[in-house]
Every structure is written in C-alpha cells, then in structure tokens.
Nanobody, 125 residues
C-alpha cells in the first residue's frame, strides 16, 4: 500500500491550500482516511478523518470551521481543503489509512498502519 501526498507549499496567513493523497495497493472505500500533522519539535497530531463513505468527518478543535476533509473512493483519493490558514498550521502533513476495514479508531496514530511521505505546509504571518 502506498500513499502519495501532495499540495503542500507556502501560504500567507488567511490563505488556502488543498492537500491531496492518492492511494495505491488498497481500495480505500472500506477504510477510514485521516490527516495528521507534525510541527517542528512536536509530536504528530490528529487533524481530520473521514469515514468510509465520507458521510462522517472528524476534526481537531483547532481546525474546525477552517479545514474540510473529503474523499473520492472511485479515484482512491482523499483531500484536505485548508482555508483561513494560520502560522500555527505550519507542519508536515501526513495522510494515512486505517489499520483495518471498518475500523472506527480515527484520531490516534495507532489506528493507522499506512502513511504517506508527508507534505510540508508553511504559513507565513
């Protein structure tokens, strides 16, 4: 299973970026998909997750109302639309797929077993 994340870059505070994650080797339609991030000197933290159909989504409080996770099970991709970016959003962002089909553990690292390589998001003030 391989996850390829893309879309990171430099944005100004208040700006937007859209991250994408393309999966291969696994059909993601029965797996939670999540985004995590890791800022310099900090632990990797949960950002957002989408249930199998995309009907349920979950976010860490700090991004609610600003970030939106979506998925396209036909294209085997997941996206993270990030609006109203803040300098504290600066981090390497990782996409991940849940450990097992229909697992509902979505907000901790141990709930995922395949990770993308990460894409750097830098937000300037």
């Amino acid at each position: 299973v391989q996850l390829q994340a893309s879309g990171g870059g430099l944005a100004q505070a208040g700006g937007s970026l859209r991250l994408s994650c393309a999966a291969s080797g696994r059909t993601i339609s029965t797996y939670f998909m999540g985004w995590f991030r890791q800022a310099p000197g900090k632990q990797r933290e949960f950002v957002a997750a989408s249930s199998w159909s995309g009907g349920s989504t979950y976010y860490v409080d700090s991004v609610k109302g600003r970030f939106t996770i979506s998925r396209d099970n036909v294209k085997n991709t997941v996206h993270l639309q990030m609006n109203s970016l803040k300098p504290e959003d600066t981090a390497v962002y990782y996409c991940a797929t849940s450990r097992s089909s229909y697992s509902t553990i979505y907000d901790i690292r141990n709930g995922y077993n395949y990770w993308g390589q990460g894409t750097l998001v830098t937000v300037s003030s």
